[in-house]
Nanobody
Framework: QVQLVESGGGLVQPGGSLRLSCAAS????????MGWYRQAPGKQRELLAA???????NYADSVKGRFTISRDNDKNTVYLQMNSLKPEDTAVYYCNRDLPIATITYWGQGTQVTVSS
């Protein structure tokens, strides 16, 4: 059973930065394209960023230029550097393989990010 443990969230003022981490069990970080997702209250979960095993990255328009996804295969960890945070970035953030959301059956506990003055 894969385990995903997200951390690094918190309360930050608009314009601030946070770095999220996702520690995974097994070799899924090394083997698969990994993504960061978020779910805001009353909204559907959405994919924000993905990084392939080869290091290719893709971003949703809403975070492009502000967020950076990276991976450390040796540590089985995926990161999300978030800069220029906005109140609309407030959500619970999750990592997982980059797959259609409806097909994903396991999620970690997520990490809460709150952007507020």
């Amino acid at each position: 059973q894969v385990q995903l443990v997200e951390s690094g969230g918190g309360l930050v003022q608009p314009g601030g930065s946070l770095r999220l981490s996702c520690a995974a069990s097994g070799n899924i970080v090394r083997l698969y394209t990994m993504g960061w997702y978020r779910q805001a209250p009353g909204k559907q979960r959405e994919l924000l960023a993905a990084v392939s095993s080869g290091g290719t990255t893709n971003y949703a328009d809403s975070v492009k230029g502000r967020f950076t996804i990276s991976r450390d295969n040796d540590k089985n960890t995926v990161y999300l550097q978030m800069n220029s945070l906005k109140p609309e970035d407030t959500a619970v953030y999750y990592c997982n393989r980059d797959l259609p959301i409806a097909t994903i059956t396991y999620w970690g506990q997520g990490t809460q990010v709150t952007v507020s003055s």
